[in-house]
């Protein structure tokens, strides 16, 4: 069973890294990726909220080059591991929205949400508050339609995603999310959510960390993620479901933040197999592992 997976900080981590471990995609991740069988991933450069444009342009660019240089990685399907890079909050923008949007996507930019859990002058996420998309963000989404940008509303607010969902003429999208039917974290979505992605042809990667899945201090392990894809299934079909993993295990004091059964991007194939065991078919498995996020991103790509 291979694997495609819509968010991962991994842009962030090489960035981090660019000094001390410069071959860090390759000598690092990408072992942990073979190992996995990941086929295809978003490399996401978050931004928290306090970043400015030239911050952005620079973790961007060096994405870009390091994925460019790779022998693993490629944005075409040419190599082993298919990937495209997603931005999570644009706090950087402060004008020119149109400029800098077509910027990113000259620079392999596929996807992009417009808040982190921040509140900037585009957006407000979830954690921060509930507020109207801005004039400025309409702009944003208006630009990321015409060219064919993926809009990610994991982490914005409820009248944010609202705003997101009328204003876009595109297909949208949850890149790790889970739902507020079984756990109501703040950055889990409603029913009501979960249909408007459906309705608008989008997909909702669901989030293997212990704390979207229940309350931190419960564990939650795999069987307790699994109850989300089922979830998911019921209320919106095979064809929304993805997965957002989202790892963080590679983050110093973030080590166990997985569900417990999968602590890792190398045990990912035991999401494969707990699905089976609720009888869930090889190409339902199929889809929601790989297929639905491939067949979703390609036409961006």
């Not at 962030?12 to 190992?35: Q, T």
């Not at 959510?193 to 795999?222: C, D, M, T, Y």
């Not at 993620?225 to 590679?250: C, P, R, T, W």
Request: aromatic share 12%; glycine share 6%; hydrophobic share 35%.
């Amino acid at each position: 069973m291979k694997f495609a997976n819509l968010h991962d900080d991994i842009g962030n981590d090489i960035y981090a890294f660019r000094n001390i471990y410069p071959n860090r995609l390759d000598d690092f991740h990408y072992p942990r990726f073979h190992k996995g069988n990941m086929k295809f991933s978003a490399i996401v450069c978050c931004f928290e909220g306090n970043e400015s444009w030239n911050t952005m342009m620079e973790t961007i660019l060096y994405t870009e080059q390091k994925i460019n240089n790779s022998k693993y990685y490629s944005f075409q399907n040419d190599k082993e591991i298919q990937v495209f890079i997603a931005v999570e909050g644009m706090c950087g923008i402060k004008d020119d929205p149109e400029e800098k949007i077509q910027w990113m996507y000259e620079h392999h930019v596929r996807m992009g949400s417009l808040c982190w859990n921040d509140e900037n002058l585009l957006a407000i996420g979830a954690k921060k508050g509930n507020k109207p998309l801005t004039n400025l963000g309409k702009r944003v989404i208006h630009k990321m339609n015409e060219l064919h940008m993926v809009i990610d509303t994991s982490h914005c607010c409820e009248w944010n995603f609202y705003d997101i969902a009328k204003e876009s003429n595109e297909p949208i999208i949850a890149s790790h999310s889970n739902v507020k039917g079984l756990y109501n974290h703040y950055r889990n979505l409603t029913d009501a959510q979960l249909q408007v992605i459906a309705n608008k042809k989008g997909l909702i990667g669901g989030i293997p960390i212990r704390w979207f899945v229940k309350n931190k201090n419960e564990n939650a392990s795999l069987e307790d993620f699994v109850q989300v894809i089922i979830y998911l299934k019921e209320k919106v079909g095979i064809s929304h479901i993805a997965l957002g993993f989202d790892f963080m295990d590679y983050i110093d004091g973030m080590e166990d933040s997985n569900v417990i059964g999968m602590k890792d991007i190398t045990e990912i194939k035991n999401i494969a197999k707990q699905l089976e065991l609720h009888h869930f078919t090889e190409d339902e498995i199929h889809k929601i592992c790989y297929q639905n996020a491939y067949d979703f991103m390609k036409p961006f790509l």
